[in-house]
């Protein structure tokens, strides 16, 4: 078995659409869309695998309460609709992102 990088292309932390830091979860559409919980950089990608970038669809503003910003997630769940729902450990909440 030989395994490829699908999303995140660098090795170590980055902030860029290219680069990841502490991806937690992540969810798979039907349609291989990728869904990405980028923990430490707060936000959230959505990639299309084989794309060298991810768009931010949640967050991405740094870390905070406020309603355009996310604290430090650990669970999403995309409903058929593609709505977001995050877990924020740090915010003690779960928030709806549409």
């Known amino acids: 078995t030989v395994g490829t990088t699908v ?3 660098r ?3 980055g902030s860029s659409r290219s680069e990841l830091n ?3 979860a992540i969810y798979v559409t039907n349609d291989n869309v990728m869904y990405i919980l980028d923990t430490f950089n707060y936000r959230t990608l959505r990639w299309t695998i084989g794309d060298p970038l991810g768009f931010i669809v949640t967050g991405g503003r740094g870390s ?3 309603f355009d910003r996310m604290g430090v997630t650990y669970g999403l769940f995309i409903d ?3 709505n977001i729902y995050l877990s924020e ?3 003690h909440r ?3 992102w549409y």
């Open 7 to 9: 999303a995140g292309f």
């Open 11 to 13: 090795i170590g932390t």
């Open 22 to 24: 502490n991806p937690s």
């Open 64 to 66: 905070g309460s406020t």
């Open 80 to 82: 058929g609709q593609e």
């Open 89 to 91: 450990q740090s915010n």
């Open 94 to 96: 779960v928030t709806l």
